[in-house]
Structure formats: structure tokens, C-alpha cells
């Protein structure tokens, strides 16, 4: 996984985009080292289900170098914190402070949260999951607006897509998951184009974002009923409170 990644990084800080994309920030770069760290303490084995995020949040991987990377959750119950340095070129409104970030990144307390509750501690929870992006670059737009990959004009995408692409279908072949999810639909489009019919389970989980008035209302749940639809069994709670 670490091999897979570190490919990834080096082929995708290649590419060039154009306006309205005036910042790409690659987590993979800077943050490589608590990223390293994540892949190599829960990245090992074969897995259950793989679950795949679109790409790094801006309080999130961004931050932290780890997929829904809410700060608090990395360093208390992922146990990870390393060093962080910043992007090359660095927008004035969302600057990388790395676990000295004081935004908390909603989508990471959900999805973690909710695994430390459901789970208690990492290594059940790791035990059959895994947790990667799709995409390892951030794009943001000259006045600070995050811009997501699928907005990309095809030009830009297909390039990019095609390396996500190769790093996508070498973590399956590595992880050999039954379940492959998409966190959100634009994962999940990905993932039956990169998986296509191998027997094995391909769909969709709610995205954790509060940007989803769905998610706002109550995203646990949402995640467990849909885990259930694939057949996906979940232990009893732990009775460990998610943080956010």
C-alpha cells in the first residue's frame, strides 16, 4: 500500500491545471509521513470492505495527510501524529497547519467517530475495513473555493483520473476486499469503472459531509443501513461516544 501510494504521489504532481483551479495542494507530498504511518499500521492485510473517499477536505487529509483526517480523531484514536509540511504553493485563506489545525473536519468526526463508537478501538475496526481516497489532490479556486475533481474539465480529468485509476484497481487487487463502497456516488462511479464485474460487491455508503442535509439528520444510522443492504454484519455499540 505504501508502494501504491508513493507511485501515486510522484505521477499526479506531474500534472497542470488550469483557471478557475489556482491552488493544488497534494497531502501525499507533504504529509507523506503521517500518511506512510496510516498505510503502514492499518494498510497490511486483506479486508472486508474497502471504502473509498473522493478526495482530501480542506480541514481533513489536507490537514493531516489521512483520509477524512479530522485532527482530534488522528492523533486520540488513530494514534497517529507526525510531521507536516506545506504545499508549494499555499492559498492566504486556507493554509496548512497540519495537527496544529484548529477546524474540525464534520466529515472525519462523523466517519470516525462513528467507528470508534461501533468498533472501540482501531485494530477491530481495521480488522475489515480500510479507508483510502480516490483522488490524493486538493483543487482550490482563486478566491478560496474548493473545487472537487469531477468539475475538472476532461481534459484535466482524464489524465488524472487515469492515474487514480491504476493506484484504485492496485489496492483492490492488494487489499482483495468482498465490498468495495464509495463514500458518495462520485466513488462509487469510479469504483465500477476501475472494478467492473469481478464478484464482487460494489455500491454506495451516505457521505458524511454536512454539506447533506441527509447526513445532518442523522449520517450513523444512514451508514449502518447501509452497511446491513450489503450484508455487511456490525458489532454490538461500544458505548464509546463519537467526538462531533
Known amino acids: 500500500m505504501v ?15 488550469d483557471a478557475p483551479v489556482a491552488y493544488v ?25 474497502l471504502l473509498v473517499g473522493m478526495n482530501p477536505g480542506p480541514f ?17 484514536w488513530l494514534g497517529i501524529e507526525a510531521p507536516v509540511g506545506q504545499p508549494l504553493q499555499e492559498h492566504s485563506q486556507r493554509p496548512v497547519a497540519g495537527f496544529a489545525c484548529k477546524r474540525k473536519e464534520v466529515s472525519g468526526q462523523r466517519l ?11 485494530e477491530a475496526f481495521f480488522a475489515r475495513f ?13 478566491g478560496g473555493r474548493n473545487r472537487t475533481p469531477d468539475k475538472l ?19 483492490v487487487d492488494r487489499v482483495d476486499p468482498a465490498c468495495v463502497l464509495g463514500i458518495g456516488r462520485f466513488a462509487e462511479r469510479r469504483i465500477r469503472a476501475v472494478v467492473g464485474e469481478d464478484n464482487r460487491t460494489l455500491g454506495a455508503v ?39
Not at 508502494?3 to 491545471?17: K, N, P, S, Y
Not at 507530498?29 to 472486508?48: K, N
Request: net charge negative.
Open 153 to 171: 474539465p476532461a481534459a484535466e480529468r482524464r489524465p488524472l483520473f487515469a492515474m487514480c485509476d491504476r493506484a484504485l484497481a492496485a489496492t
Open 60 to 76: 481533513g487529509m489536507v490537514q493531516t495527510g489521512i483520509p477524512f483526517g479530522d485532527r482530534d480523531l488522528v492523533r486520540e
Open 130 to 142: 480500510l479507508v483510502v481516497n480516490y483522488c490524493p489532490l486538493a483543487f482550490l479556486e482563486e
Open 112 to 122: 470516525w467517530g462513528w467507528a470508534r463508537r461501533r468498533f472501540g478501538s482501531p
Open 206 to 244: 451516505p457521505h458524511p459531509s454536512p454539506a447533506s442535509p441527509q447526513a445532518n439528520r442523522g449520517w450513523s444510522d444512514l451508514m449502518e443501513r447501509a452497511l446491513r443492504s450489503y450484508g455487511i454484519g456490525l458489532p454490538e455499540d461500544s458505548g464509546t461516544r463519537p467526538t462531533g
Open 25 to 49: 495542494y497534494n497531502p501525499l507530498d507533504y504529509a507523506w509521513e503521517p500518511h506512510r504511518l496510516y498505510l503502514e499500521r492499518f494498510g497490511g492485510s486483506p479486508r472486508e470492505v
Open 3 to 17: 508502494a501504491i501510494a508513493d507511485e501515486l504521489r510522484h505521477e499526479v504532481g506531474d500534472l497542470a491545471f
